[in-house]
């Protein structure tokens, strides 16, 4: 039990479809992030959201869109995905995000959702 | 640009056979140092972490880090694996002036234990 869940586990989706992800930390944790992570490349950060405000975005296309409505939950809305952004996404939560990088915090995972695009 | 290099992809070992997994970073500010671990079909899980004091850090299951501040590594280590650590593990570093979001993977390396 790591104390970060996302839902589904799974998803197969059209290039034109519109689904969410979604992803909840009970750890009572004021920093919540997206990550993607591809076969054979680094997790590549996506989105950082620190006491419920965006703080990070690396260049991430306009067809993900993330949404952080408390410090406990977090989504990513996906449409007319392409076949490339099929991938395990991942969620974490820490105890905050360093304004200036450097941060001991340990980052908590969720178990991911393994996304295809069809 | 402050990289994490995993320098192998691969590792095979016999069961109770010692491991090294080899992380390397560029950088000559302050970092701190992260080893996680991903078993199939799961999240990332923190083995250990260095943040200041001793160079020698112990985690979980066993495993152990020394950071090496000349040679700009860290790398994990296990004097007797087990079936059970067959996994990928992932050295993370996160530097001082770095973006939020704090850390930078490595590529990670599979490690397979054979008995």
């Known amino acids: 039990e790591t104390g970060v869940t996302q839902t589904p586990r799974h998803l197969v989706m059209g290039m034109t479809n519109k689904k969410s992800l979604k992803c909840e930390q009970h750890?009572?944790?004021?920093?919540m992030y997206w990550y993607k992570q591809s076969a054979k490349k680094p997790l590549e950060l996506m989105f950082v959201?620190?006491?419920?405000?965006?703080?990070e975005n690396n260049s991430v296309p306009s067809r993900f869109s993330p949404e952080c409505p408390n410090s406990s939950h977090l989504f990513l809305h996906l449409h007319t995905l392409q076949p490339e952004d099929s991938a395990l996404y991942l969620c974490a939560s820490s105890q905050r995000a360093s304004t200036s990088g450097g941060s001991s915090y340990e980052q908590y995972f969720g178990p991911g959702t393994r996304l295809t695009v069809t | 640009a402050q990289s994490v290099t995993q320098l192998d992809s691969q590792v095979p070992v016999f069961e109770e056979a010692p491991v090294e997994l080899r992380c390397n970073y560029s950088s000559s500010v302050s970092v701190y140092l992260f080893w996680y671990v991903q078993y199939p079909n799961q999240g990332l899980q923190l083995l250990l972490k260095?943040?200041?004091?001793?160079?020698l850090v112990k985690g979980i299951n066993g495993f152990e880090a020394e950071f090496n501040k000349s040679q700009t590594s860290f790398h994990l280590r296990k004097p007797s694996v087990h079936i059970s650590d067959t996994a990928e593990y992932f050295c993370a570093v996160s530097y001082y002036g770095g973006s939020q979001g704090n850390l930078i993977f490595g590529k990670g390396t599979k490690l397979s234990v054979k008995p």
């Open positions: 750890l009572g944790h004021n920093a």
């Open positions: 959201y620190n006491f419920k405000e965006q703080t």
């Open positions: 260095y943040l200041s004091g001793s160079t």
